[in-house]
């Protein structure tokens, strides 16, 4: 008898396994669901900005089934290889608002006068064929759509179901529920070095 190390047969059945594993892994990230965690302030108060995990149906990859209210996450349009979690403004064909892009990070401490980071510009926008239109809830702290426009509905990722971490602020997020619970919410500067 062979030893089980050098038996060629042993490395066979090992490297299958840890083959399906890695492919049902894959099936399982990439087209149905998974969780995975968040980085930044545009979506507080409705996902917390530090150590944020959540609960995401890649079931709607591609903009299936999305709609104007849901979370999601998405490719960066400029930066390919960085992704984005913001909320669906518009949908192919709506009009939307633009307001001011957000702060940035030299802005830190200025002071908001006039509501200089969160104003309506006399502008409204059709959303194209294939696109949708992102913001996040936190406008003053918020790269999205305002700075690199309409998004193409092929660059969804996922629709966000869930924020799972921290356990204090989980909740489920429906579109009709966070809209309400962001505008009675009193808003709180967060500050992150």
């Not at 059945?13 to 968040?38: E, W």
């Not at 996922?158 to 619970?181: C, I, R, S, T």
Request: proline share 6%.
């Amino acid at each position: 008898m062979t030893p089980r190390l050098t038996n060629p047969h042993s490395w066979y059945r090992v490297g299958l396994g840890l083959g399906q594993i890695f492919l049902a892994s894959h099936i399982l990230h990439h087209y149905i669901g998974g969780v995975g965690s968040t980085v930044g302030i545009s979506m507080v108060p409705i996902i917390p900005a530090r150590n944020s995990w959540i609960l995401y149906s890649a079931l709607h990859r591609r903009g299936r089934g999305v709609k104007v209210g849901d979370v999601i996450t998405y490719t960066h349009p400029m930066f390919p290889n960085q992704y984005g979690c913001k909320r669906i403004i518009g949908m192919p064909g709506d009009f939307v608002s633009v307001v001011t892009p957000g702060r940035r990070d030299g802005d830190f401490g200025v002071e908001d006068v006039e509501d200089k980071w969160a104003t309506v510009k006399e502008q409204v926008i059709q959303v194209p064929e294939g696109h949708c239109w992102l913001a996040g809830d936190n406008l003053e702290w918020s790269r999205d759509s305002r700075l690199f426009g309409p998004v193409p509905l092929g660059l969804v990722k996922a629709k966000v179901l869930a924020v799972v971490h921290p356990f204090g602020d989980a909740k489920w997020l429906g579109a009709q529920y966070d809209v309400k619970e962001a505008q009675e919410k009193k808003h709180e500067w967060v500050i992150t070095r």
